[in-house]
């Protein structure tokens, strides 16, 4: 059994997928779940950003968009659609790659998953280097022995945790705040959205496993002040 998985972080520079396309004409920053590759050989994009016109109309006005669905009411819009468009990840998928994340923004792409053993990382690396337009970012190990670690003892994600440690590393949490959300995002390499969106599940995560008692939405009568 193979117990060393690895995170991987690449960036794709003037990438030609819808979402890049929108993010480089509106400014917008997109926040994608992995796509998913249909037997018709479309593509399932599920992706939220800002609320933002302009990038629904363009990607509206899209012809490699079909079936666009948006999602609004809160702080932030939610997008399902097809695309006619391959997305470059897929490249890499076959390769052994296992996205997690994707963040569009200027026409570029930073994607973040995990790959199992050096010899996958090896494949994706090699695949990489042969894709137009991809470069390494940075690896970094996971130790599913090390049973210290947050994302072991904690059902949280290993980029939840990543928001979580550089949030505490950079001050994010103290007294008045050393930085902001927009200091701690640039520090790891992601779009604002994108780090509080991780923040904000690891905290439910995380207070909801040490309360469990407590139900989600309810207020005590007798608040301890």
């Known amino acids: 059994m193979i117990r060393e998985c690895l995170m991987a972080e690449f960036r794709v520079r003037d990438d030609d997928c819808p979402l890049a396309a929108a ?11 992995p796509p998913l590759l ?18 629904a109309a363009t990607l509206d006005a899209d012809d490699r968009i079909r079936y666009l669905y948006r999602g609004t009411g809160g702080d932030t819009d939610t997008y399902r659609c097809l695309s006619m468009h391959p997305c470059v990840v897929h490249t ?4 052994g790659f296992m996205p997690e994340s994707l963040t569009y923004q200027n026409g570029s792409a930073v994607l973040t ?10 494949s994706v690396m090699k695949t990489a280097g042969e894709t137009v337009g991809i470069t390494l970012n940075r690896v970094f190990e996971l130790h599913s022995e090390d049973e210290t670690a947050v994302a072991q003892r904690w059902d949280i994600t290993p980029a939840q945790e990543e928001a979580l440690s550089r949030a505490v590393a950079l001050g994010y949490f103290t007294v008045p705040r050393a930085v902001t959300a927009d200091d701690v995002a ?5 779009s604002k959205s994108a780090f509080l969106e991780r923040l904000h599940r690891a905290q439910h995560s995380l207070l909801t496993q040490l309360f469990p008692d407590v139900e989600a939405g309810s207020a005590s009568a007798d608040p301890d002040r």
């Open 186 to 190: 640039a520090d790891i390499g992601i």
């Open 38 to 55: 249909r037997p018709d050989g479309n593509v399932l994009l599920r992706f939220e950003a800002d609320p933002d016109d302009a990038l």
């Open 92 to 95: 890499l998928v076959d390769a």
């Open 113 to 122: 998953g995990a790959v199992v053993g050096h010899e996958i990382l090896t």
């Open 23 to 33: 993010t480089l004409e509106t400014g917008a920053v997109v926040d994608a779940a």
